[in-house]
């Protein structure tokens, strides 16, 4: 079979009873993080632009939007909860390949709530979902070590890749048989975004598109399974051979063991990368190190008298460096802000990227103290690393803290939430505490206690509908209700 064939097959045939308990696990730690991430972009500014466009469209109410209550079709539904899930950045990647869960867990989301679907089938969705995008994201080839040696970049990339997730989780919900999702991917493949990260980061300020419109992306992947179960047709082929999806996004190469290497026994639910912070994933490990010092040194605000850090080249290839933060986007990706924040703005969540923390100007003081340059260690890291897996596995940063005339140093290769140890893992209480952290302000206690008893017990059965309800703000919801009776009032004769 082609590799098309093989991964639909595996999509659509997969059971739930196939998936092993760590995959399971797994799965509901995903879906966990990702729904606490989409609360905590409610009010990032792109997400009240998308909720007002996309949420004026109206339609059939089929699913919920996360945090206002509103009802649309599935579809726009998706939109809106996708780009939620991305848009205060702190969303999983794999393998520094992609952030990947934005695209699946809220098209997954969407679809079971309208087709009342099992909490168990959400889980499978979102697994095999992620492991189907997860797979083409590894296939591609941004960055290779060549003959010589040397690094070799892709003219484009981005992660349109993760269209297919949405594809598989939406279509596994609807019940396509593996005819059906191989058309589903050959119509994901022909609507999905153009790849844009290639781009991003290196003209300032940073655009609310980002790296890619996740929004976009879900919305896709679920109007090609609807299309593909009404019996659309398209390209069946699309991952396969010298003109397949690879090529058309730009990729230098396709790993194709990637694709279908060990499938149904290596899960990548396994092996994500979560991030503890509203943060670019590249700048973790000096967040984590920065909070390190600080606290094992006692060491106080006022008493810092500059900050030194070495990242890896790519983040400075993309101004991460620059302590000027203009838009919320840009203060997602300046490690000197970041790093403000985290001495000003107490535990991470949403509350690091207000109007108020841009604007403070203790907190712009402080930026302008921390230097940051290339890492030494990271270009001979990430060609041995991609020589030998395909991807970066590690991450070199360092840290200097000057203080009352004393240095305070610590270097790393991984931050917290990486898979490659079990000092860095991500834990069921590290999901827990940062759904609390990054619900709390939007939600209720109660309802975000509501939310955790069920998202812990969906491999054992619960209702999606109930879910989606507890992750609804008392106080938006009322204004959602508000607004229809004063527009049915005036629709009146």
């Not at 959400?122 to 960055?143: E, F, H, N, P, T």
């Not at 700048?283 to 990242?311: C, K, Q, S, T, W």
């Not at 985290?342 to 108020?356: I, L, R, V």
């Amino acid at each position: 079979m082609s590799y098309t064939q093989t991964l639909a097959r595996f999509a659509a045939a997969t059971r739930f009873e196939d998936l092993p308990d760590a995959a399971r696990r797994a799965g509901k730690l995903l879906i966990k993080d990702t729904l606490a991430c989409a609360v905590a972009g409610h009010e990032v500014p792109s997400s009240t632009l998308i909720n007002r466009v996309v949420g004026s469209y109206g339609g059939t109410p089929e699913a919920t939007v996360l945090v206002t209550g509103q009802k649309l079709p599935a579809a726009l539904a998706a939109h809106i909860n996708s780009h939620l899930s991305n848009a205060i950045d702190a969303d999983d990647t794999i393998h520094y390949k992609a952030h990947v869960a934005a695209g699946v867990v809220a098209p997954a989301l969407a679809v079971a709530e309208r087709e009342g679907s099992s909490s168990q089938d959400l889980l499978a969705a979102v697994i095999l979902g992620y492991d189907v995008a997860g797979r083409i994201a590894m296939s591609l080839r941004s960055l290779v070590v060549n003959e010589q040696g040397e690094l070799q970049f892709a003219q484009v990339s981005g992660y349109s890749s993760v269209v297919f997730g949405a594809t598989v989780a939406a279509g596994r919900l609807l019940g396509l048989d593996p005819d059906q999702m191989r058309h589903a991917f050959g119509i994901a493949a022909a609507s999905a975004p153009l790849p844009s990260s290639s781009q991003f980061g290196r003209e300032l300020p940073r655009p609310m598109t980002k790296y890619a419109l996740y929004g976009a992306l879900g919305e896709a992947g679920v109007t090609a399974a609807l299309l593909a179960r009404e019996g659309f047709t398209a390209e069946q082929s699309v991952l396969d051979g010298d003109r397949g999806f690879w090529r058309v996004v730009g990729s230098v190469d396709c790993n194709w063991e990637a694709l279908t290497g060990r499938l149904g026994e290596r899960w990548l639910v396994e092996e994500v990368t979560y991030k503890p912070y509203p943060a670019c994933r590249f700048l973790n490990a000096a967040i984590d190190m920065f909070r390190d010092l600080r606290r094992r040194h006692n060491l106080d605000i006022e008493d810092i008298e500059g900050i030194e850090v070495g990242l890896h080249g790519a983040a400075l290839s993309k101004h991460m460096d620059n302590p000027v933060v203009e838009t919320a986007v840009d203060a997602f990706f300046s490690l000197p802000y970041l790093l403000s924040a985290a001495a000003f703005c107490g535990e991470p969540g949403p509350n690091w990227h207000t109007e108020e923390a841009r604007s403070n100007e203790a907190m712009k003081a402080f930026a302008r103290k921390v230097k940051v340059g290339l890492e030494p260690r990271a270009a001979a890291a990430a060609s041995e690393d991609l020589a030998k897996y395909g991807h970066n596995v590690r991450m070199p940063s360092s840290v200097s803290i000057t203080a009352g005339g004393a240095v305070y140093s610590d270097s790393r290769n991984f931050a917290y939430g990486d898979p490659y140890s079990e000092d860095t893992r991500f834990t069921d209480a590290d999901a827990d505490r940062k759904f609390r952290t990054f619900c709390s302000g939007v939600l209720s206690g109660t309802r975000i206690d509501a939310a955790l008893e069920l998202l812990d017990a969906l491999d054992s059965g619960v209702s999606v509908a109930d879910l989606a309800s507890q992750l609804v703000s008392e106080r938006e919801a009322s204004l959602v209700t508000a607004g229809a009776t004063a527009t049915a009032l005036t629709d009146l004769p």
